[in-house]
């Protein structure tokens, strides 16, 4: 059959090309953690929904930009790290600004870093993890230095408004990583650099010979991945209003289990920003239980582990059966 | 002469294409069998039902005399039956002799490498056979001849008996392949038979006791060397039937230049090539594997650097560094590997065909994802792309619609020059007619296409004009009508003096 005019109606509406193959492990996990929670008694009222989401958002927010640089066929394991140091600044710049232009100095730096592991990676050819692994360390050390080993403290009141304020009754951050949610999945889904990140991803040689700039959107992806590694730490920071240097540890790891949890392929080329929302929801949704049923802390990083690894072991033996 | 391997009526098909029909082929021990035949004759086939590498769909196969199924590689190497491939297969990091005694290692103690032993046969085999090489060498610092001498020794303290060579000279300097050469004759005196494979006439000449010739997966004939002349070989490998196929009717209209190149050079692949291409016309470009001809295609696209050379686009200099910038004048490329150079294969048909023209469709860096998809659908349309619709994964289509999609890809983008690298490589006979009438579409619409192919007889068939290249330099140049059997001894000539 060849190709019709007709489908072009059912392509239109066809947009995010979402399938049930894809996406079945994890409505699966929807589904048996909306069971539990039925059984679980406190979970289905407001205050824990909201109280979910708004934990979410943190590494919901980080994990938009992962999921650019894990789309683009990188890894980027510095930003629990950049998360830290940016989350210091915003609070401490705050002594020599006014909050608004520090947020703008903050996300400039998040940029600038994610600037430097792209260049490391795409023009000096150093395996992402490789880079994002020394850079992880030299922002963990900046960040020792900035504080000077001491926990940051925020004066600015307004700031706080970011991490702990509410608007129409809904937390701040909650409102701000939907926004996000539907800004990157815009992004990604329609304009020149959502679809030549993915085309990197997807085969970085055969996208160089149909003539795009490979490595300028490569480069792109872990500025997009810097960025949203700041905005998480503003979030953090005014959240807390006082930051540790220790800040943020692990956290890139909870970044990418959601990307990978919502459907994004570990090989590149593939994914959704919307998926993101969910598969950083299921995470804590799950902790959220094992708290709420008392079980044990230390538990739940175990918990964590099998959810990941049941599935990107679904994902991978299935691609191998192929 | 004892009978070493006997094929008697040995067949192989492939979805759509019969790769060998009813084969016999008879070699003697201690022999030097030279096995020739255009691309896709149907000689790597053979060799690797030969191998085990494919079963055989009907026939048989004697090997030492026992009627022989091989299941696998490793049961033909038990018997005996080695391939040295074109392309090395030796680890680069391990040393010569790890290399050689790979899985087969002695062992002091169970899991414990008698390192010395090892030494100790490598000595006793590299006497017997007068090679000399550094043991603790490590085989990427070899050149490509001592690659080779690895590769014989490691059959040889496996016991081969049966050795396929699969053009070994490509990379050799003449120095180098004089010394192979030599190698083969000591291999003869131990009694080993040799299975030549080979683009180069006169290596066969020199190296080989008989002939066999393939063509379209039928074997044409087996005859000794010396009753055989040059003339004689490329008439048995091209056959008589092929002249009424070339185009006939005027020379196109022909247009303005539309490239232009002088003194194009890289390294040892491409030397000194200067040509003009115009636009509606093809340009074919044919040689052998090895030739240069996709080393040049890249070159003229940007994807590697060249190290002299200028490229006028429209007759005007054009400094084209990169792929981007070849694109952004007019020129596009369908590589010779489409699944792993031509197409994002897990991306969908209507964003492999858009990703170089994506700038139009495009406004203030917003995707116009309907007038994307009208478009892509236009040119599938065009193309006749068979697919279930523009979301399919170009994964799930066929290798002949794959290539389309590429081409889409270019036609879409409306670029002024396309150079295409072995095209219907791989694909059905129905998708190959298809391009090449897709080919001539372009052309009559003022398109620059320049074909490269080693299948000289579309090249034929299909170009308005042909150079021929060989060993990275541009040896001659035709207008259409030229025969076939002009093109192949054009191809084959040189190497191995």
Redesign the interface.
Same mark, same amino acid.
């Given at each position: 059959?060849?190709?019709?005019?007709d489908?072009?109606q059912?392509?239109?509406f #066809? #947009?995010g090309?979402f399938s049930i193959k894809k996406y079945g492990l994890m409505i699966g996990f929807l589904f048996i953690s909306v069971i539990i929670s039925i059984i679980t008694p406190n979970f289905l009222t407001p205050t824990n929904l909201l109280n979910i989401l708004r934990q979410s958002s943190i590494i919901g927010v980080m994990a938009i930009g992962s999921a650019f640089v894990i789309i683009s066929g990188g890894f980027d394991i510095s930003v629990g790290s950049l998360l830290a140091l940016t989350a210091a600044m915003s609070l401490k710049l705050q002594g020599s600004m006014p909050w608004y232009l520090g947020i703008f100095v903050v996300l400039a730096v998040g940029a600038l870093a994610g600037f430097v592991n792209g260049v490391l990676t795409a023009k000096v050819h150093i395996v992402a993890i490789i880079t994002t692994l020394g850079t992880m360390s030299i922002l963990r050390g900046m960040t020792y230095l900035y504080t000077g080993g001491y926990p940051v403290l925020g004066v600015s009141e307004d700031f706080k408004f970011i991490g702990s304020g509410h608007l129409w009754g809904i937390p701040f951050p909650i409102i701000l990583f939907l926004a996000m949610i539907l800004l990157w999945q815009f992004i990604l889904q329609?304009?020149?650099?959502g679809?030549?990140v993915?085309?990197v991803g997807?085969?970085k040689?055969?996208? #160089?010979?149909?003539?795009?700039?490979v490595d300028f959107y490569h480069i792109m992806a872990f500025v997009v991945g810097g960025i949203m590694a700041a905005m998480s730490g503003i979030i953090f920071a005014s959240r807390l209003n006082s930051i540790s240097p220790l800040a943020g540890q692990g956290y890139e790891l909870d970044a990418i289990a959601s990307c990978v949890i919502g459907g994004v392929?570990v090989s590149g080329?593939?994914g959704s920003i919307i998926g993101i929302l969910i598969g950083v929801l299921l995470l804590n949704v799950v902790s959220n239980m094992f708290n709420l049923l008392g079980i044990n802390v230390y538990a739940q990083f175990i918990i964590k582990g099998v959810i990941i690894l049941t599935v990107v072991g679904f994902d991978s033996y299935s691609r191998y059966k192929q | 002469m004892e009978t070493h391997l006997r094929l008697s009526n040995v067949s192989k098909s492939f979805p759509g294409v019969r790769a060998l029909d009813g084969v016999d082929l008879e070699i003697g021990r201690g022999e030097v069998h030279g096995l020739l035949g255009e691309n896709g004759a149907g000689k790597s086939t053979l060799v690797k039902v030969i191998a085990g590498v494919y079963r055989r769909d009907g026939g048989t196969l004697f090997f030492d005399g026992r009627e022989r199924d091989f299941g696998s590689p490793g049961e033909a190497s038990a018997a005996g039956i080695t391939v040295i491939h074109q392309e090395t297969s030796l680890i680069p990091t391990l040393s010569v002799l790890q290399n050689i005694f790979l899985g087969i290692e002695h062992k002091a103690l169970p899991g414990i490498i008698d390192e010395r032993r090892a030494r100790k046969d490598f000595q006793s085999v590299c006497e017997r056979l007068s090679f000399y090489l550094p043991a603790e060498r490590q085989a990427r610092d070899l050149s490509v001849a001592e690659q080779k001498m690895t590769e014989i020794l490691k059959a040889m303290v496996r016991n081969a008996s049966f050795i396929i060579m699969d053009e070994p000279t490509d990379a050799l300097a003449d120095a180098e392949i004089a010394h192979l050469f030599q190698i083969i004759r000591d291999l003869k005196r131990e009694s080993i038979t040799i299975l030549y494979i080979t683009h180069y006439l006169e290596e066969v000449f020199q190296i080989s006791d008989r002939i066999t010739v393939l063509r379209d997966g039928k074997k044409v004939g087996t005859r000794p060397t010396a009753e055989l002349d040059k003339d004689a070989i490329v008439k048995m490998m091209i056959g008589q039937q092929l002249a009424a196929e070339q185009p006939s009717g005027p020379h196109p209209h022909v247009g303005a230049e539309a490239l232009r190149v002088e003194g194009l050079s890289r390294k040892r692949a491409v030397s000194d090539v200067s040509f003009t291409a115009y636009q509606g016309e093809i340009l074919g470009i044919a040689g052998v594997l090895g030739s240069g001809k996709t080393e040049l295609a890249r070159l003229l696209?940007g994807?590697d650097r060249r190290d002299a050379g200028k490229i006028f686009v429209g007759g005007r200099l054009c400094r084209i560094a990169s792929?981007?910038a070849?694109?952004?004048r007019g020129i596009?490329?369908v590589?010779e590997d489409r699944k792993?150079?031509? /197409?994002? /294969?897990?991306?969908?048909?209507?964003?492999n065909i858009s990703?170089?023209a994506?700038?139009r469709f495009?406004r203030c860096?917003?995707?116009r994802?309907?007038q994307e /998809?009208?478009e892509t /659908?236009r040119i599938?349309?065009q193309l006749?792309?068979?697919?279930?619709?523009?979301?399919q994964p170009v994964q799930d289509l066929s290798g002949g619609n794959q290539q389309k999609v590429v081409i889409a890809?270019w036609l879409i983008?409306r670029q002024k020059v396309l150079i295409m690298d072995e095209p219907t490589r791989g694909i059905d006979v129905g998708s190959k007619a298809e391009i090449h009438r897709i080919m001539r579409e372009l052309a009559d619409g003022g398109v620059c296409v320049i074909f490269i192919s080693s299948e000289v007889p579309e090249i034929v068939k299909v170009s308005d004009r042909i150079l021929v290249m060989q060993k990275g330099r541009v040896v001659a140049e035709y207008n259409r009508g030229v025969g076939q059997e002009e093109i192949v001894h054009q191809m084959l000539k040189g190497n191995g003096k």
């Amino acid at each position: 059959m060849s190709i019709t005019g007709d489908m072009l109606q059912k392509t239109w509406f #066809r #947009r995010g090309g979402f399938s049930i193959k894809k996406y079945g492990l994890m409505i699966g996990f929807l589904f048996i953690s909306v069971i539990i929670s039925i059984i679980t008694p406190n979970f289905l009222t407001p205050t824990n929904l909201l109280n979910i989401l708004r934990q979410s958002s943190i590494i919901g927010v980080m994990a938009i930009g992962s999921a650019f640089v894990i789309i683009s066929g990188g890894f980027d394991i510095s930003v629990g790290s950049l998360l830290a140091l940016t989350a210091a600044m915003s609070l401490k710049l705050q002594g020599s600004m006014p909050w608004y232009l520090g947020i703008f100095v903050v996300l400039a730096v998040g940029a600038l870093a994610g600037f430097v592991n792209g260049v490391l990676t795409a023009k000096v050819h150093i395996v992402a993890i490789i880079t994002t692994l020394g850079t992880m360390s030299i922002l963990r050390g900046m960040t020792y230095l900035y504080t000077g080993g001491y926990p940051v403290l925020g004066v600015s009141e307004d700031f706080k408004f970011i991490g702990s304020g509410h608007l129409w009754g809904i937390p701040f951050p909650i409102i701000l990583f939907l926004a996000m949610i539907l800004l990157w999945q815009f992004i990604l889904q329609r304009t020149t650099l959502g679809r030549y990140v993915c085309a990197v991803g997807g085969n970085k040689e055969a996208t #160089r010979l149909s003539g795009v700039r490979v490595d300028f959107y490569h480069i792109m992806a872990f500025v997009v991945g810097g960025i949203m590694a700041a905005m998480s730490g503003i979030i953090f920071a005014s959240r807390l209003n006082s930051i540790s240097p220790l800040a943020g540890q692990g956290y890139e790891l909870d970044a990418i289990a959601s990307c990978v949890i919502g459907g994004v392929s570990v090989s590149g080329g593939e994914g959704s920003i919307i998926g993101i929302l969910i598969g950083v929801l299921l995470l804590n949704v799950v902790s959220n239980m094992f708290n709420l049923l008392g079980i044990n802390v230390y538990a739940q990083f175990i918990i964590k582990g099998v959810i990941i690894l049941t599935v990107v072991g679904f994902d991978s033996y299935s691609r191998y059966k192929q | 002469m004892e009978t070493h391997l006997r094929l008697s009526n040995v067949s192989k098909s492939f979805p759509g294409v019969r790769a060998l029909d009813g084969v016999d082929l008879e070699i003697g021990r201690g022999e030097v069998h030279g096995l020739l035949g255009e691309n896709g004759a149907g000689k790597s086939t053979l060799v690797k039902v030969i191998a085990g590498v494919y079963r055989r769909d009907g026939g048989t196969l004697f090997f030492d005399g026992r009627e022989r199924d091989f299941g696998s590689p490793g049961e033909a190497s038990a018997a005996g039956i080695t391939v040295i491939h074109q392309e090395t297969s030796l680890i680069p990091t391990l040393s010569v002799l790890q290399n050689i005694f790979l899985g087969i290692e002695h062992k002091a103690l169970p899991g414990i490498i008698d390192e010395r032993r090892a030494r100790k046969d490598f000595q006793s085999v590299c006497e017997r056979l007068s090679f000399y090489l550094p043991a603790e060498r490590q085989a990427r610092d070899l050149s490509v001849a001592e690659q080779k001498m690895t590769e014989i020794l490691k059959a040889m303290v496996r016991n081969a008996s049966f050795i396929i060579m699969d053009e070994p000279t490509d990379a050799l300097a003449d120095a180098e392949i004089a010394h192979l050469f030599q190698i083969i004759r000591d291999l003869k005196r131990e009694s080993i038979t040799i299975l030549y494979i080979t683009h180069y006439l006169e290596e066969v000449f020199q190296i080989s006791d008989r002939i066999t010739v393939l063509r379209d997966g039928k074997k044409v004939g087996t005859r000794p060397t010396a009753e055989l002349d040059k003339d004689a070989i490329v008439k048995m490998m091209i056959g008589q039937q092929l002249a009424a196929e070339q185009p006939s009717g005027p020379h196109p209209h022909v247009g303005a230049e539309a490239l232009r190149v002088e003194g194009l050079s890289r390294k040892r692949a491409v030397s000194d090539v200067s040509f003009t291409a115009y636009q509606g016309e093809i340009l074919g470009i044919a040689g052998v594997l090895g030739s240069g001809k996709t080393e040049l295609a890249r070159l003229l696209f940007g994807a590697d650097r060249r190290d002299a050379g200028k490229i006028f686009v429209g007759g005007r200099l054009c400094r084209i560094a990169s792929p981007v910038a070849a694109v952004s004048r007019g020129i596009g490329m369908v590589p010779e590997d489409r699944k792993k150079l031509g /197409l994002i /294969l897990k991306h969908e048909i209507f964003r492999n065909i858009s990703i170089a023209a994506l700038p139009r469709f495009t406004r203030c860096a917003l995707i116009r994802k309907r007038q994307e /998809l009208v478009e892509t /659908l236009r040119i599938s349309k065009q193309l006749d792309i068979k697919a279930a619709g523009p979301n399919q994964p170009v994964q799930d289509l066929s290798g002949g619609n794959q290539q389309k999609v590429v081409i889409a890809k270019w036609l879409i983008s409306r670029q002024k020059v396309l150079i295409m690298d072995e095209p219907t490589r791989g694909i059905d006979v129905g998708s190959k007619a298809e391009i090449h009438r897709i080919m001539r579409e372009l052309a009559d619409g003022g398109v620059c296409v320049i074909f490269i192919s080693s299948e000289v007889p579309e090249i034929v068939k299909v170009s308005d004009r042909i150079l021929v290249m060989q060993k990275g330099r541009v040896v001659a140049e035709y207008n259409r009508g030229v025969g076939q059997e002009e093109i192949v001894h054009q191809m084959l000539k040189g190497n191995g003096k």
